[in-house]
């Protein structure tokens, strides 16, 4: 009877730790899931911040040509004094 008893024991022990391999199986799949959620989430929030920024840099880009444009035409020798000044400070910067 004394082995009955011990080998009712070991079912029991050996369900209890299956019970907490099952439970710990569960929390780590939840906080699995929780981690690829954030992840999810703050991918999203770069792509919309870096479509903003692009959208910024080509409203930016055709206010300069706009501005380049008017200058060619009512100052031509001013804008390619200036021209040629930022290729020289381009020039010098790329030696360096």
């Given amino acids: ?4 008893s011990h080998h009712s024991d070991q079912g029991s ?8 391999f099952d439970n710990l199986t569960e ?5 699995l899931k929780n981690v690829a959620d954030r ?3 703050a ?10 920024a692009g959208e910024r840099v080509q409203e930016v ?3 300069f040509k706009g501005a380049v444009d008017k200058s ?6 001013a804008t390619l004094a200036l021209a040629a000044i930022a ?10």
Wanted: aromatic content about 4%.
């Fill in 1 to 4: 009877m004394a082995q009955a």
């Fill in 13 to 20: 022990l050996e369900e209890r730790a299956a019970e907490r």
């Fill in 27 to 31: 929390r780590a799949k939840d906080q």
């Fill in 39 to 41: 992840a999810s989430s």
């Fill in 43 to 52: 991918a999203g929030r770069a792509a919309e911040q870096g479509r903003e």
């Fill in 61 to 63: 880009a055709g206010n």
């Fill in 72 to 77: 060619v035409k009512n100052q031509p020798m």
């Fill in 87 to 96: 290729g020289f400070v381009l020039g010098a910067m790329w030696k360096r």
